[in-house]
């Protein structure tokens, strides 16, 4: 596999830096930027990864990680994962050429942001595990009742993308189906929530909603629903390797300049060799992302195995990364106002999104008995 980027691809990581270290860097945090989404869809990014036939550029999973990277370079609280990869891709592998036609142009524009509400409690990664019931009241027509929690962007969503269990129990394959809710629907309640990122989302309860906009076949949505999860996955590892690349940096820069002893911290060979063991960690992790976009092309257990290896990889060597950078900042790594502290912060929640690495490991632990079997 050829690791180098192509000139196209060159141009799209340079112009995304250019844009996102002058319009979302951290400090410019706090402003008011109304037509930061609005921006991000001219420049097409909103559909960088679709199909033509939708409005998309048609573009691969290597596009969608070289921006993802650049994004989180730059910590940029944009919803533009949840909106734009995990909700468009789960629309997309829905099947409802209609109906994805219908959400995904205008969330190509930035007109709307369609967002999945998928999460529960109790999920800790696993797709299957959909426990918002939906009750059939009669020809067409469902209500739903149950509790989706941390969605995020679910604060701002024009359109919400339910899961609920249509037939079997809980942790069932079979049985789930994706309805199309408004936000502002009866029986609707939408909490906004920050996480400790800077990001926002929202839990969402469900208490007697009657909907008849069904995405998809009826009892058929897992398969969509995995679909979306890796790409979203692929998403947050790559976004994984900006965070850590610009903890890095920052922290070499900071050792060049902050003195002890009258010298650099950077002379001292002790932090030389932590600093080390940090890029070996974040070139390691890096591998992982490479070997998990290549199998993205394979088949569904390839998938599984290079997606869940790279999780549990990128899972413990963020956490390693950003924490040696706090480390050797000392005290004002700590800080609210400096921001080395939110890369730490930004790994946390990629390690507790779509399964953490505890999950990822039993996965391929799963994985690897049934290939024994």
């Known amino acids: 596999m050829d690791f180098q980027l192509n000139e196209e691809q060159q141009m799209l990581k340079d112009s995304a830096r250019r844009y996102l270290e002058a319009q979302c860097a951290f400090a410019q945090r706090g402003k008011d930027d109304r037509d930061g989404w609005s921006a991000i ?30 994004l989180g370079r730059v910590l940029c609280v944009e919803p533009y994962w949840t909106v734009a990869m995990l909700t468009a891709q789960t629309v997309l592998a829905s099947g409802d050429a209609g109906k994805a036609q219908l959400l995904l ?26 426990g918002t019931n939906a009750t059939a009241i009669d020809e067409g027509r469902w209500r739903l009742d149950g509790h989706k929690v941390a969605v995020v962007g679910g604060n701002l969503a024009d359109q919400l993308i339910v899961s609920a269990r249509t037939a079997g129990a809980n942790g069932d394959q079979h049985g789930i189906s994706l309805f199309l809710l408004d936000p502002k629907a009866p029986g609707v309640s939408v909490t906004a929530v920050r996480l400790i990122d800077n990001r926002w989302a929202a839990d969402i309860g469900l208490d007697g909603v009657v909907v ?12 969509a629903l995995l679909a979306g999860h890796e790409h979203g996955l692929l998403g947050l590892c790559a976004e994984a390797l900006g965070v850590m690349e610009a903890a890095l940096w920052i922290t070499r820069d900071y050792l060049k300049v902050r003195q002890q002893f009258g010298v650099a911290l950077s002379t001292f060979q002790s932090l030389q060799h932590r600093m080390s063991e940090m890029l070996i960690e974040l070139e390691l992790s890096r591998g992982m992302v490479h070997r998990a976009m290549a199998a993205m092309a394979g088949t569904a257990q390839q998938r599984a195995q290079a997606l869940s290896a790279a999780k549990v990889h990128i899972g413990r060597s963020g956490h390693f990364v950003c924490g040696q950078a706090i480390q050797l900042h000392g005290g004002i790594g700590v800080t ?14 990629i390690e507790h999104a779509l399964g953490n690495s505890h999950f990822h490991l039993e996965q391929l632990a799963d994985l690897e008995r049934a290939g024994a079997r």
């Open 41 to 70: 869809a001219d420049m097409g990014w909103l559909g960088m990864s679709l199909p033509e036939d939708v409005g998309g550029l048609g573009a691969g999973v290597i596009e969608s990680a070289v921006l993802m990277e650049e």
């Open 105 to 130: 142009a205008p969330m190509i524009e930035g007109r709307e942001r369609p967002v999945l509400a998928h999460i529960e409690t109790a999920a800790r990664g696993n797709v299957a595990h959909v």
């Open 212 to 223: 008849s906009d069904l995405l998809g076949e009826i009892d058929g949505a897992y398969p």
């Open 336 to 349: 609210e106002e400096y921001v080395i502290g939110h890369y730490f912060k930004r790994m946390t929640c």
